[in-house]
């Protein structure tokens, strides 16, 4: 951690003392709430700022607007109803400690890529992460629909039981489902299903990188996790890369006779293959130009001038080692699998404690610490990608 964060931390550790303080003083109404308004404000002042300006900005949906909403619905039913306010400050201190362990992860990667990659391979990173998987655009549509649909849920759930209920003479239980409303919206944030994932790929392509394999962009890393062909421009790349049926590569082949004749095969092949088969064509020859660029996956080997060569082909050996092309495959198809886990994980945790939730026995804190937890057990999921 850097001093700047350091200091972070040292303010939530004090907001979380003065809220065990303020919990056991025996005092009750406006001056406890005026109490917990300390630690709400020495945790979050940042996060209802950001929330004030995203507010003006008419934007609803932003992390610090969901969960400063949260936090003030739940004062706000202490202040009406049940006297408790100390929820809020932990719902606050909970989701910026998820924020400052994020952001320490992130600073730890960027560290080490510097120790790690020299400026031209940081260089060529920075491209590649420019250029987003198709997984990774889902999902960021995806994201967009999630928090919507659970803050209709909590518009819902505020409006429509009390009416039902006072139509037939019950006690409206106003502070239970404005309760359930905020549990709702603090489950709502969708970065705690999207954070994770870019790091899958930006870790898979440091790691490649670090043994002179360059990818162009993310997209080559899905397309290379499901390749089932591979085509070769010579007898001896094919058998120098070895045998690669145990990883799931179907077919290797060599693409023999003149330029337009191999071109041809290519195309053929390309016809011919199975519904979502993935090919990729493996070549020392620049001359190659229109065969790499014709595959899904163009491979080109033992070029030095990786920004050239990248110009027309997806992938770059510098070396001239065919054998790479297995940690190509294995790499990517272990991250395309780390990418399902740490999309698949967050969403069944929220229905989880969506289903807890409908039954009521969900405390809105132990849905922010899951959210964080599950968020940060992603975060570390990544680094296998390494």
């Known amino acids: 951690m850097n001093k700047n964060q350091k200091t972070f931390l040292l303010k939530l550790l004090i907001a979380g003392i003065l809220s065990a303080v303020f919990f056991f ?41 969901l969960m400063g909403i949260a936090a003030a619905g739940i004062f706000v039913t202490g202040l009406i109803w049940t006297g408790q306010f100390v929820e809020a400050p932990l719902i606050i201190i909970i989701y910026q400690l998820g924020k400052l362990l994020s952001r320490t992860f992130s600073d730890s990667v960027k560290k080490r890529e510097e120790t ?30 999630f928090a919507p649909l659970f803050i209709t849920a909590a518009i819902i759930v ?16 106003a502070n239970v489902f404005v309760y359930a409303a905020m549990t709702l919206v603090a489950i709502s944030c969708p970065s705690y299903i ?35 062909i591979i085509l070769f421009d010579s007898e001896d790349n094919k058998e120098r890369a070895g045998d690669m049926k145990p990883i799931g590569i179907s077919r290797m082949e060599v693409l023999f006779g003149d330029h337009d004749e191999r071109l041809f095969t290519l195309e ?14 493996l070549s020392k020859a620049p001359d190659d130009k229109r065969l790499i660029q014709r595959a899904d996956t163009g491979i080109i080997i033992g070029h030095t001038d990786v920004k050239e060569m990248l110009e027309f082909s997806d992938v770059v050996i510098q070396n001239d ?6 940690d190509i495959l294995l790499s990517s198809k272990n991250c395309m699998t780390l ?48």
């Open 25 to 65: 003083i025996p005092v009750e109404g406006y001056l406890k709430a005026l109490l917990f308004l300390i630690p709400i404000v020495i945790a979050g002042y940042d996060v209802y700022l950001s929330a004030g300006k995203k507010l003006i900005s008419l934007e609803f949906l932003s992390e610090d607007f």
């Open 158 to 173: 505020i409006i429509i039981p009390p009416l039902f209920r006072a139509l037939y003479n019950l006690p409206p239980q």
């Open 194 to 228: 999207t954070g994770s994932v870019p790091f899958c790929f930006r870790n898979t392509l440091s790691s490649l990188l670090s043994k002179d394999i360059f990818l162009k962009d993310q997209n080559n890393i899905e397309s290379l996790s499901t390749t089932r």
């Open 321 to 326: 080692a065919p054998e790479k092309l297995r």
């Open 116 to 145: 790690s990659l020299n400026e031209e391979k940081r260089s060529i990173l920075h491209d590649a992460l420019e250029r987003k998987a198709p997984i990774e655009r889902k999902l960021k549509r995806f994201s967009k629909l």
């Open 339 to 386: 990418v399902k886990t740490n999309i698949a994980l967050p969403i069944v945790v929220k229905l989880i404690l969506t289903a807890l939730l409908a039954i009521g026995i969900l405390p809105i804190t132990i849905a922010v610490a899951a959210n964080v937890a599950v968020y940060l057990l992603c975060l570390l999921n990544s680094k296998r990608a390494l």
């Open 268 to 281: 053929k092949t390309l016809r011919q293959r199975q519904r979502k088969t993935y090919l990729a064509y």
